[in-house]
């Protein structure tokens, strides 16, 4: 069955082919045989899966169940889920069990889906690559030696080895798209209010945008169709309808005009990377589409200006984190003082000390100016380059990511070295645009993402340029051969 599109699931349903209980069983079977290896879940909800799949079942018995009624997923361990642990990745958070459901999280359960679990991610969604998780790393299915991308690699990795159907991500700076690369799967991030951040644990508000991790643009369209949409407890959500993602996959792309931005083919890209994308790029002229090179000129002020901008919203999001009211707090504090700093140093791992650090500092009176200031007014002139190439073209291409998967340990020492490998990503998240990443081919065993960039709510087209190279290859149908059968 875990070979099978949600699609193909749900009418598997409809059909009483199998019932969500024993469609929830083969997942929670699959990730008990399985997940020793790869460390993609923190929590499984073994016993409240089955539950919302008995639920689901007499939904669908009694002819209420709509479309994703009883099909599974996971959520990142980013989202608060009532009753049960959101960790957020980190040990700060390892205590906490919240004490109410993400608007992410209210739209599945009203949908009938069934929450196998919550995935292992970066801590705080700080990361590339999934090492800075306090519950450790997780491992990629396509190698086990490499890092499944982060920060929502835990939801990469079990999508990849169908430890789940579909599952969420966020993405701040590429946290969908590139695990999504590295792990051969389809992710799509949405526009900045697409889909509501209440109860998603804030990283960098002005960035953070919760999306889909699945196994193709199909797919995707069905799930992002059910968590996007208006919320009013997310000041930044976006009152607009949502349209029927499914509707639009199969339209003519005959006449799409692509933009391929110079920039993103120079010298920091992988070859074998490039070839893939070229041949990526060649499908689509035989659709008819017309290729041309444009200019993103700011393109490499995108790293630096994000780690300005993310890191001084952090600081502040973090800061909640005091050890009083709720999460990690250290043993026999002297005063409040010792409270506050042991439980802080205790309970945050490096690379978030680090963002805290910078983020504090850039935003300190006297440096304000210097760094908070001119990473708002380099957002701006990045946000402008996309708006002057969506004159000219309806998407833009290039690759996820630089380079396929890396080895665990190869960059975890180099924290520049590790934020360079979101030089295509992070560009969008600034500028607020969607992005979705779709498995284009392999370099050496380990998989490549095409990255489609487009406009301001484009996610229709977005999903339909994706459906219509994933009806002309099939590299999104690939599963790893250790975790087949
Ligand atoms: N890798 C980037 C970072 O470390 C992006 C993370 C994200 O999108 N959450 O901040």
């Given amino acids: 069955m875990h070979d099978k599109s949600i699609s193909e699931l749900a009418a598997g ?80 958070l390892d205590n906490f069990i919240a004490p109410y459901d993400a608007g992410v999280v209210e739209r599945c359960d009203a949908a009938g889906m069934v929450m196998l679990g919550k995935t292992n991610m970066d801590e705080f969604a700080m990361g590339s690559s999934n090492e800075t998780s306090w519950y450790g790393p997780v491992r990629n299915p396509w190698d086990t030696d490499a890092v499944p991308g982060g920060s929502s690699g835990g939801s990469a990795a079990a999508v990849a080895a169908c430890l789940a159907p579909v599952a969420t991500g966020t993405d701040t700076g590429g946290s969908i798209r590139q695990p999504a690369a590295l792990c051969g799967i389809t992710g799509i991030k949405p526009t900045y209010g697409r889909v509501s951040r209440w109860g998603m644990i804030a990283f960098a508000s002005s960035l953070d945008q919760g999306g889909v991790m699945a196994r193709s643009a199909e797919d995707a369209a069905l799930l992002l169709k059910v968590i996007a ?26 006449g799409l005009r692509i933009g391929l931005p110079r920039e993103y083919f120079t010298d920091g890209l992988d070859t074998g990377v490039a070839r893939v994308i070229e041949e990526a790029i060649s499908e689509y002229r035989k659709m008819g589409a017309e290729v041309r090179e444009i200019s993103l000129p700011n393109t490499e002020l995108a790293v630096p200006t994000y780690y300005v901008i993310a890191p001084a919203e952090c600081s502040s999001n973090l800061s909640r984190f005091d050890g ?53 007014q380099l957002r701006r002139l990045i946000r402008d380059d996309f708006a002057r190439a969506f004159e000219e073209v309806d998407v833009i291409m290039g690759p996820t990511s630089p380079t396929v998967a890396f080895n665990l340990g190869e960059k975890s020492d180099d924290p520049v070295a590790m934020y360079l490998s979101d030089i295509y990503t992070i560009a ?58």
């Avoid at 949409?229 to 005959?254: I, K, M, Q, W």
């Avoid at 095409?450 to 301001?456: D, H, K, P, T």
Wanted: with cysteine.
């Fill in 13 to 92: 349903l409809r059909a009483r082919e199998f019932s969500s209980v024993e469609l929830t069983r083969h997942y929670l079977q699959r990730i008990a045989r399985y997940d020793g290896r790869l460390n993609s879940y923190i929590t499984v909800c073994e016993e409240r899966a089955l539950e919302q799949a008995a639920a689901a079942d007499r939904a669908l018995a009694a002819g209420d169940a709509v479309s994703l009624t009883g099909i599974p997923l996971a959520q990142k361990d980013i989202f608060c889920t009532d009753g049960v642990k959101t960790s957020c990745g980190s040990r700060m």
């Fill in 229 to 254: 949409g208006f919320d009013e407890r997310d000041s930044t959500s976006a009152d607009r309808d949502v349209p029927d993602y499914s509707a639009a996959l199969n339209r003519d792309l005959a």
């Fill in 324 to 376: 009083v009211r709720f999460g990690y707090r250290c043993s026999d504090p002297a005063d409040l003082e010792d409270l506050y700093k042991r439980s802080r140093g205790e309970g945050f791992g490096a690379e978030v000390k680090r963002r805290i650090m910078v983020g504090t500092y850039a935003l300190s009176a006297g440096y304000y100016d210097a760094y908070y200031l001119k990473a708002q």
């Fill in 428 to 485: 969008v998240n600034l500028a607020g645009l969607p992005g979705i990443s779709v498995p284009a081919g392999f370099v050496s065993g380990r998989p490549v993402g095409l990255q489609i960039i487009g406009n301001y709510f484009a996610e229709e087209r977005l999903l339909n340029v994706a459906y219509r190279f994933q009806q002309a290859t099939d590299w999104h149908r690939r599963i790893p051969e250790e975790f087949r059968g």
